[in-house]
Each structure stands twice: as C-alpha cells, then as structure tokens.
C-alpha cells in the first residue's frame, strides 16, 4: 500500500507538470469519493498565492499517454481521453516498471530504463477503453486478447469489442471505462494489473514459438502455491483457482493464478503470515520470467 501512495504523489507531480494546476484525482487507498471524470467548469478552488487556476484535461491526458509511450503502452479510447480513466493504468505500469528495475543489479539512473525494461519484458501493447461501457458483456469488465488481438476469440466478437481493432505486432486488452474510472481506484488498479500479467501468461506473441507462457504453479510447485493463495492481494482471477471445484471447470486456472501472483508482486500488495515466503519465491519467478528460463 505505501508503495502505491508513493505512486499517487509521483503520478499528480506528473499531471499537475503537465497541466501546471493542481487537481482533484481519486485516492488509491480503495473506496473513496466517485472519480470525476471533468473538472468542474471554470476555474478550480485551488489557487496558487491569490490566483486561481483552471485544469487542463486534455493536458493532462496528453501527459500520462507520453508517459505510457515510454513503456510501449498505447492507448485507444471512443470519444476524448479521460486522465481519469488513464490514471489507474499509469499507476500500474509505474509500479511494475518499478519493480521491475529493482531486480537489477544496479538501478538504472535515467527515469526512462525502468519503462524500457517494462517494453522489453512485456512487448508493445495497445489497451483500448469504452468509457460508456460498466462491463464489456453484462460480466467482464476486462479481456486480454492476446497477441494481435487473435489468441482470445471472444475479442473478435462485436458485441464484446465493437472496434474490431487489432494491432499487428502488439498486445490488446479492452477495458470498460466505467470500471478504470471506479471510485474505488485500487480496484481499477487491481484490474488492470491482473490483466497487464496476462501478457506473461499467453506464450508466444514478442517471444519465439513456444516461449513466454510463465507458470508460477509449475515453478512453486502446485502444493506450496495452493497452500498460499490467501497471500495474495490480488484476487481478480480467484473464482478459477481457489476451490478444487473451480480449477476442475477452469482449463486455464493456472493462468488466472500466476496473473494474481505476478500482480500482487508488481504492486507490493502480498499480505498475511506468509506474505514474506510468498514474496520470496515471486523475486525468483520473476527474475526467471525476466531471463526468460525454461524453468519457469
């Protein structure tokens, strides 16, 4: 938690050197004041000495899609982009971009290696938002669509992805707006975290034929990570993998699981008696996954 409340005041310097006014941006300690998604009209109660200041949305916008650019992020919205609705997906890639530079040896001093380690490691990825939408079908509010958007069929239904978009040599994941625009930001962070690590957990795509479908169950060991799933912080994937029922119905609980994993590690979000063995064995993975070994 103390990690992502770094995160907020690093993200509002961003906005706030972009749009240079102050703004009013949801708390990322969960349930809070709904998210605005304009500012009120004219200028804002915010005044620096005597002089009241006016927030520039579209400037602010701007400023967390340059700063997405960095890690090979790009953004598709229907209708204007929101900064609301980008925040949560700025704060998660700043935190596995974190994370991320943290397992070097040595921290890189330029500010821009961390999101290049991000690019690197996860592969270009496009994120397309419907801001109207709660859900994308009445139960998602998310789907990863895999490389170029193919490897999920449900993405090329126009019901669920009506753009029918799809990047050549990227990622896709559809969001529903309302759910990145949640009052509780934590859980739109949440979400999208989990939804990032999927990139891990498909195969294939920037990596050989083959390659790059990471299994921290195959790397743990079934019975250390089923007996330490309450360690983590992240449960988006939880309905698939916490009962035997629901691994027995769930063909790919073992995806949904290490997306757990590897969110919960990105965001510093492990808790419980276990929580530091369970970190542990997450520094491992990653650095495995981050090689690239057939371990795991």
Wanted: hydrophobic share 45%; glycine share 8%.
């Amino acid at each position: 938690m103390r990690r992502l409340l770094r995160l907020v005041t690093s993200l509002i310097a961003t906005l706030l050197a972009s749009t240079a006014c102050a703004a009013d941006f949801p708390s990322i300690g969960g349930a809070t004041a709904p998210a605005k998604s304009t500012p009120p009209a004219g200028a804002l109660d915010v005044a620096v000495g005597a002089t009241p200041i006016e927030f520039d949305e579209a400037a602010a916008a701007q400023g967390l899609l340059d700063e997405l650019a960095l890690a090979g992020v790009t953004i598709e919205m229907d209708g204007p982009l929101s900064s609301v609705a980008l925040t949560p997906i700025a704060l998660t890639v700043r935190a596995y971009a974190d994370r991320l530079a943290a397992l070097r040896d040595t921290p890189p001093s330029d500010s821009a290696l961390p999101y290049a380690t991000f690019q690197a490691l996860f592969g270009p990825t496009v994120i397309h938002i419907y801001p109207d939408r709660h859900t994308l079908d009445g139960t998602l509010h998310a789907m990863h669509c895999g490389w170029a958007g193919l490897q999920e069929r449900g993405c090329q239904l126009s019901t669920l992805h009506p753009a029918q978009t799809f990047p050549q040599d990227a990622w896709l994941i559809v969001f529903a707006g309302e759910a990145l625009a949640s009052p509780d930001t934590l859980w739109s962070v949440h979400l999208v975290a989990h939804e990032l690590a999927h990139s891990l957990t498909w195969g294939e795509g920037p990596y050989a034929a083959g390659e790059g479908a990471f299994d921290y169950v195959f790397y743990a060991g079934q019975p250390f990570v089923m007996t330490h799933t309450e360690a983590f912080g992240v449960r988006m994937g939880a309905y698939a993998y916490e009962t035997e029922v629901a691994r027995a119905n769930h063909r790919f609980w073992r995806q949904e699981l290490t997306a757990d994993a590897i969110a919960s590690w990105a965001l510093d979000a492990l808790q419980g008696p276990h929580a530091e063995s369970v970190r542990g064995y997450l520094d491992d993975f990653l650095q495995c996954v981050t090689q690239n070994r057939p371990d795991c």
